[in-house]
């Protein structure tokens, strides 16, 4: 039995934005690991959490991700919607580190808070990209039957 997976490069775009925000989050653990100013963290931050709106504009959007997926298969609504759900949770975590940035004062303390609560936002994150990717896969695998 063959399998594909057939998107036709309707999630191009959404691919490109996912690629495009795991290259900021990889420069912002490299601020934080270099320690570079609490002010630069703060920019950081500031910079990458409009971009992830940007991002999750055009998942919600009318003829965004989710809408595709759900016009492909309706059965996974719930899914999607949950993941929607999730994108405020993720921006309100993305606003508590970039107050808590504004707030740095460069101690090792700091640094320290600041980079586990980095690390608790980029898992969150990686396993949301992840659940995203799983619904896209269950929407658009196709069995095409055996050839034989």
């Known amino acids: 039995m063959a399998t594909e997976l057939d998107t036709s490069g309707k999630f191009d775009p959404f691919v490109d934005e996912h690629e495009a925000l795991h290259f900021s989050l990889r420069d912002l653990r490299w601020l934080l690991e270099d320690r570079q100013s609490p002010e630069a963290v703060s920019q950081g931050l500031f910079e990458f959490s409009e971009h992830v709106k940007t991002h999750f504009v055009h998942e919600e959007e009318t003829e965004g991700f989710f809408d595709s997926v759900v016009d492909q298969a309706p059965h996974l609504k719930s899914r999607a919607d949950a993941l929607v759900e999730e994108h405020a949770a993720m921006l309100q975590q993305l606003a508590q580190l970039a107050r808590f ?30 659940s995203e990717n799983d619904l896209v896969q269950e929407a658009f695998h196709h069995d095409i039957g055996s050839k034989d």
């Open 101 to 130: 940035a504004q707030q740095g004062d460069g101690s090792n303390d700091w640094w320290s808070r600041m980079n586990d609560e980095f690390e608790r936002f980029w898992q969150t994150f990686c396993r949301h990209e992840r």
